[in-house]
């Protein structure tokens, strides 16, 4: 074969359809989260009966597939009329009044101005009144009043509400007047398997991909990449940089070098934007940033730097940061100074925007 057969010729791309590496595709299927979804609709059954359903609450570390999971079961349920469904994302809308606002973008109600979210509600209430819903509040931990948490429980008559979240903790400590109306059932997402991680990965690059472009090697890069940090999110963005990669270099095929300077590029990534966090956590963040250090250095810095929290505050703090993915946390043993557990900025820490 000559030198320009191995050359993408002008006008050719590696891609078939970039689109479906966005981490907000939905795709056709999603595999290993059947029963998760199974879970989900037995939950909603009891609407096609004309019966109350089930509430219930997700959780698990994030890119394991809770939102795309629970939104393949709304796609499904959309074939039917007996039910109506409503989802939102409580990051992006974060209190009561933008929810309901939502709900009358939902039902196409145009004339909220000038209106208080009881008057709001009460008009989306009726209308879901008509039949049953289920209503998915993803990213849940990010409301800052639960207001219409106790409408959609007290005022729809029949309804699900599914809950997602990365922190199973914000539903513990949820008021037990509101827990013991919601009486959810808990369903955990669990990190991938590192077949099931390359499983997903490799469905999605049917969609994405002209066939055959990847070498083994370089998509067993990818894989255990994202495998290591559990998250799908990961290998999506390194298949995609990698190809994009290889393209620029006009290439067939994306090689283990194309899929090396794609981790190389992965630098410092986060799931979540810093402006999510609070001050307290910004600060302690801040500080991590600085050095890496002992959990008890780093506390004694944070209070010589004014931070207020005590300690067991503090360790909350740590956690979220742990499992949002800004921070790592690690656990040494032995030593001269015994167990200890040391905290450092993520390897990965770059905003998902930016992608
Ligand atoms: N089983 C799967 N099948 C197909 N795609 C998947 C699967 N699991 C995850 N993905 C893909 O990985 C990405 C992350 O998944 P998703 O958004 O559902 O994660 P999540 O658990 O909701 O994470 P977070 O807690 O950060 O919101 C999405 O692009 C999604 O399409
Ligand atoms: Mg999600």
């Not at 050719?12 to 970039?18: A, D």
Request: hydrophobic content about 35%; glycine content about 6%; overall charge negative.
């Amino acid at each position: 074969m000559g030198v320009f057969d191995e050359m993408l010729k002008e006008g050719e791309s590696l891609f078939k359809n970039e689109i479906a590496l966005d981490f907000s595709f939905q795709p056709k299927v999603v595999p290993y989260r059947e029963a998760h979804q199974k879970q989900i609709a037995s939950c909603v059954k009891p609407l096609f009966a004309e019966r109350n359903g089930k509430n219930m609450l997700i959780y698990g570390k994030p890119g394991l597939g809770k939102t795309v999971a629970t939104k393949h079961v709304l796609w499904e349920l959309e074939n039917y009329d007996e039910v109506d469904t409503f989802y939102v994302n409580c990051w992006q809308k974060n209190s009561s009044y933008k929810i309901i606002l939502e709900m009358c973008e939902h039902f196409d109600y145009r004339l909220t101005h000038n209106k208080k979210t009881d008057e709001l509600f009460r008009i989306v209430r009726d209308r879901f009144n008509k039949k049953g819903a289920v209503f998915v509040f993803d990213e849940v931990d990010k409301l800052e009043d639960l207001d219409v948490l106790y409408m959609v429980l007290e005022e729809i008559y029949r309804k699900s509400i599914v809950m997602v979240t990365n922190y199973k903790s914000w539903y513990d400590d949820l008021d037990t007047r509101l827990k013991s109306r919601l009486i959810a059932e808990v369903m955990e997402f669990q990190p991938y398997t590192f077949e099931e991680l390359k499983g997903v990965l490799r469905e999605r690059m049917q969609y994405a991909f002209v066939e055959g472009i990847w070498s083994e090697d370089a998509f067993n890069e990818v894989a255990q990449k994202a495998a290591e940090l559990e998250d799908v999110r990961i290998g999506l963005y390194l298949l995609k940089e990698a190809t994009t990669i290889a393209e620029d270099k006009s290439q067939r095929k994306v090689t283990l070098d194309d899929a090396r300077e794609a981790l190389a590029k992965l630098g410092h990534y986060t799931i979540h934007e810093e402006s999510c966090l609070s001050d307290d956590e910004k600060q302690i963040l801040d500080l991590v940033k600085a050095d890496q250090m002992k959990i008890g250095e780093l506390f004694k810095d944070y209070q010589d730097h004014g931070g207020k929290s005590a300690y067991k505050t503090f360790q909350r703090r740590i956690k979220k940061l742990e499992q949002s993915k800004f921070i790592s946390v690690s656990k040494t043993e032995g030593g001269s100074e015994g167990n200890t557990t040391l905290i450092g900025l993520r390897e990965v820490t770059k905003k998902l925007t930016e992608f």
